[in-house]
C-alpha cells in the first residue's frame, strides 16, 4: 500500500497514510490521535527521533527551553505557523532543558533553533526567533 510514513506523537507509532488523506483527519490506528494535528505538539526526544528517522511528511522541531526570552517570544508564532500550515508539514517542540541529550544528538549550539526533517534526514535549520509568515515561508 502506497502512502506517507507518520509517526504518531502520543504514542509513538509509525502510521502509513495515504497522500490523498493528508488532510483529512487522519489518526492513528494504535492510539486515535490526531497524526497532523494543526498545532505544534511538544515531544519527548524518543519521539522526536523515531519522527525524523521514518516520517515522510516534513517535521519542523522548535528547539527551545523555557528560560529563554527569545524561545518564549516564538512560541506563539510558531503556534500561528502550525495552523496554517495544516496538513503539509508538522510542527513539534522539543524543551532542551527536559531533554538535554537531544541539543547535544542535534547539534543545538543556541535557541530557538528550528529544524526541518523529512525522509529520514536533515533538510535545513535556522536558529533564532521568527516570525509566524517567515517560518511558514521556511517550513513550506
Known amino acids: 500500500m502506497a502512502g506517507k510514513k507518520i509517526t504518531c506523537l502520543d504514542c509513538g507509532q509509525v502510521n502509513r497514510v495515504p497522500e490523498d488523506k493528508l488532510n483529512a483527519g487522519p489518526k492513528c490506528g494504535t492510539c486515535g490521535a490526531a497524526l497532523m494535528p494543526g498545532k ?5 526526544f524518543a519521539t522526536l527521533q523515531k519522527a525524523a528517522r521514518n516520517d515522510d511528511v516534513p517535521l519542523v522541531v522548535d528547539f527551545w527551553a523555557p528560560w529563554c526570552g527569545p524561545c518564549r517570544m516564538m512560541a506563539p508564532e510558531f503556534s500561528k505557523a502550525a495552523q496554517t500550515l495544516g496538513g503539509s508539514v508538522r510542527l513539534v517542540k522539543l524543551n532542551t532543558e527536559d531533554h538535554q541529550a ?5 547539534g543545538i549550539r543556541g ?3 528550528m529544524v526541518k526533517f523529512a525522509g529520514g534526514r536533515e ?3 535556522q536558529s533564532g526567533a521568527v516570525q509566524a509568515a517567515a517560518i511558514v515561508n ?3
Open 40 to 44: 505544534a505538539v511538544e515531544v519527548d
Open 111 to 113: 535557541i530557538p533553533t
Open 102 to 106: 537531544a541539543g547535544s544528538a542535534y
Open 138 to 140: 521556511w517550513a513550506g
Open 123 to 125: 533538510l535545513k535549520r
